[in-house]
């Protein structure tokens, strides 16, 4: 049965809700959880689980609130078996003009079904009447067939939570791993044991009532530079790891990762797939024409599969029908394209595995207990004199030894086909790379001629071929850039290596600048800061409790020759500045000079690591603050007397 000691009673009017003009603890928030309350239990007969939901949230600033719009998600296995929600109530206080407060509930009319997919329906309902100032709250119940999937609970919302609390009584039968994620702590965590409150066909149960509560939740706030949300937000979990039978007899669930090796090396779309090198032996001679070493080969055959099956955008580490499917149809999801490669690897008799892994949206994997569903993404791994090289032949534009960036999560697991299974790190092999060299000269016109070159290497190539290609040319390409560059005319372009992908792309571009009207005054001002100038800062939050996860490295390098008129001098200037993060953590390098009749300006920008943590979040956030203020000072030429 469902347990309602610790709930709090529906509709009842909050006068110190009512009366709330502001959260202390939080004054910027739109609105606040006053008070939050679910439980979870088995039904009596033991076929289903039931989950009851009930919140109660004060309003601030009715413009900035979006949780008064409520969707529940519900799977739909088949027509007889199903997750159903019943019981939806809603009601909203809110202030009359009279000063009173008035009420208006939920009219069941409201609620809206809608089919999201083949097995989930969201069921809607929109509170009304929120305006600043309001109190809303609503209740429902969820009940569902799926046994195994113990309903989780989360603590964080994107607004503050006063109170938190989950209730969850489970049978002495089921044993669950329950773990907590996130950086907050629990206020209450308590365990009793609930008499005879599961009796599945007359047997009778105990079940363990464990509480779990949280006091004063800040918001979490997503910012700029981290993988999924759900790998920081504070939540319990629970994952089922063993079920006693009514016979007495024990089933294991949570398997061991050699349970995880064999189902995936005797999967008919997994490890089946991976000894299809027969698809390859035809068509290899043609493949590897005029290759000698090991990694020629590799690299010639990463680029066939490339050009060869095209990628249907979609996930997953199993193939959809085989690979001889989508080499006949070529295309194919991530599997079917990567376990081809690692097919043909092999008939190469290159040292080829698949390497498992889940996307920075999926989420983190959970090493302790291993779940197959964890993953959703395959890679292939080619170990050539004593080197690993992670490969993914789903983009054209990717180089050989370049994962995107989507894959750069964690670690992966490597499934050998001879070998027993083991992790490995997913880093970047490359950084995101810029290199900018800019030879200019202010004319008497005021104009500022002269040539822009960028060098691009690593991920920085990747996105700008990926940028290009999203035109029908290059001209057009180019033409976009000159409309979207302020003051500024592309007169000549010359863009190399867009196709050769292993190499450094570069852009060359002869411009005009339009700085003046003419050389006709006595004071000027250029901005030298013209690449990748910054107008906010990406790092807001007074405190960042999860990590700044960037992917690559990154280093950005900017020197700029102006030649400006025998009749002008330089009188100001952006500061020399340098900068460095602790730790080798990265560095700013800021430096004007003047050699001769011309300005020479650099700028350095490196951030040598992938993943900051949250104690040097201050330190990265207040690099960027002083970039910014650096970034909005000019050069300054005053008229000489002559």
């Given at each position: 049965m469902l347990s309602k000691a610790q709930d709090f009673p529906f509709?009842?009017?909050?006068?110190?809700?009512?009366?709330?003009?502001?959260?202390?603890?939080?004054?910027?928030?739109?609105?606040?959880?006053?008070?939050?309350?679910?439980?979870?239990?088995?039904?009596h007969d033991g076929d289903k689980i039931k989950h009851r939901y009930h919140v109660r949230i004060k309003v601030f600033n009715s413009a900035r609130f979006n949780r008064g719009d409520v969707v529940i998600p519900l799977y739909q296995g088949s027509t007889t078996k199903y997750e159903s929600v019943d019981n939806i109530r809603g009601v909203v206080y809110y202030p009359a003009p009279d000063g009173g407060i008035n009420k208006t509930e939920l009219d069941k009319k409201s609620i809206i079904r809608e089919k999201s997919s083949e097995h989930v329906e969201l069921v809607k309902f929109a509170l009304p009447n929120i305006v600043d100032g309001s109190v809303l709250e609503y209740e429902y119940e969820i009940e569902s067939p799926y046994i195994f999937n113990y309903r989780p609970w989360q603590f964080q919302w994107d607004i503050p939570k006063m109170y938190s609390e989950y209730v969850a009584l489970i049978p002495a039968v089921f044993v669950y791993n329950v773990s907590l994620v996130g950086y907050l702590r629990l206020d209450k965590s308590d365990a009793k044991v609930k008499k005879e409150c599961f009796q599945p066909r007359g047997y009778r149960i105990d079940c363990s009532e464990m509480t779990y509560a949280m006091n004063d939740i800040p918001a979490f706030i997503e910012e700029d530079y981290m993988t999924s949300p759900k790998n920081f937000i504070s939540a319990i979990n629970f994952e089922l790891s063993e079920v006693t039978r009514l016979n007495g007899a024990k089933e294991k669930i949570t398997k061991e990762w050699k349970d995880v090796d064999y189902e995936m090396k005797t999967h008919r779309l997994f490890g089946k797939q991976l000894r299809r090198d027969d698809i390859f032996k035809k068509i290899l001679p043609t493949i590897l024409d005029g290759t000698e070493s090991d990694l020629e080969k590799a690299q010639s055959i990463y680029t066939y599969i490339q050009s060869q099956i095209?990628?249907?955008?979609?996930?997953?580490?199993?193939?959809?029908?085989?690979?001889?499917?989508?080499?006949?149809?070529?295309?194919?999801?991530?599997?079917?394209?990567?376990?081809?490669?690692?097919?043909?690897?092999?008939?190469?008799?290159?040292?080829?595995?698949?390497?498992?892994?889940?996307?920075?949206?999926?989420?983190?994997?959970?090493?302790?207990?291993?779940?197959?569903?964890?993953?959703?993404?395959?890679?292939?791994?080619?170990?050539?004199?004593g080197e690993s090289y992670l490969l993914d032949a789903t983009d054209p534009l990717l180089p050989f030894g370049l994962l995107p960036m989507?894959?750069?999560?964690?670690?992966?697991?490597?499934?050998?086909?001879?070998?027993?299974?083991?992790?490995?790190?997913?880093?970047?092999?490359?950084?995101?790379?810029?290199?900018?060299?800019?030879?200019?000269?202010?004319?008497?016109?005021?104009?500022?001629?002269?040539?822009?070159?960028?060098?691009?290497?690593?991920?920085?190539?990747?996105?700008?071929?990926?940028?290009?290609?999203?035109?029908?040319?290059?001209?057009?390409?180019?033409?976009?850039?000159?409309?979207?560059?302020?003051?500024?005319?592309?007169?000549?372009?010359?863009?190399?290596?867009?196709?050769?992908?292993d190499k450094t792309l570069e852009e060359t571009y002869e411009v005009e600048i339009a700085a003046f009207d003419s050389l006709s005054f006595d004071r000027i001002f250029f901005n030298p800061f013209l690449m990748n100038k910054m107008n906010d800062n990406p790092f807001k939050l007074a405190e960042r409790t999860y990590p700044v996860d960037l992917g690559a490295p990154e280093s950005t390098r900017v020197v700029i020759s102006l030649r400006i008129p025998e009749n002008y001098e330089l009188t100001g200037k952006p500061r020399d500045l340098a900068i460095a993060l602790p730790n080798r953590g990265g560095r700013f390098i800021n430096k004007t000079e003047i050699v001769g009749d011309q300005i020479q300006f650099s700028q350095i920008m490196e951030l040598g690591k992938s993943i900051y943590q949250p104690e040097e979040y201050p330190a990265l956030k207040e690099l960027f603050n002083q970039i910014i203020q650096l970034q909005k000072t000019d050069l300054v030429f005053e008229r000489k007397e002559i």
């Open positions: 509709g009842e009017l909050d006068h110190h809700a009512i009366n709330m003009t502001r959260y202390d603890k939080d004054t910027t928030a739109a609105a606040v959880v006053i008070r939050e309350f679910g439980t979870t239990s088995f039904l095209r990628w249907n955008k979609r996930y997953g580490q199993f193939t959809d029908q085989g690979l001889k499917n989508a080499i006949d149809h070529r295309v194919g999801n991530v599997a079917d394209i990567n376990l081809s490669l690692i097919a043909a690897l092999a008939a190469a008799d290159l040292d080829a595995d698949a390497v498992v892994l889940s996307t920075r949206d999926n989420g983190v994997v959970h090493k302790l207990y291993p779940v197959i569903s964890d993953f959703n993404y395959v890679v292939a791994m080619v170990n050539i004199d989507r894959c750069i999560n964690g670690e992966g697991r490597i499934m050998s086909m001879n070998k027993p299974s083991e992790w490995i790190d997913l880093v970047a092999s490359q950084k995101r790379s810029d290199i900018y060299s800019l030879q200019l000269t202010l004319q008497p016109n005021g104009k500022i001629t002269g040539s822009i070159k960028n060098y691009k290497l690593g991920y920085a190539a990747y996105y700008r071929r990926q940028e290009i290609k999203k035109f029908n040319s290059i001209e057009e390409y180019v033409e976009d850039k000159d409309k979207n560059l302020p003051d500024t005319r592309i007169i000549n372009y010359d863009v190399n290596n867009l196709d050769t992908i």
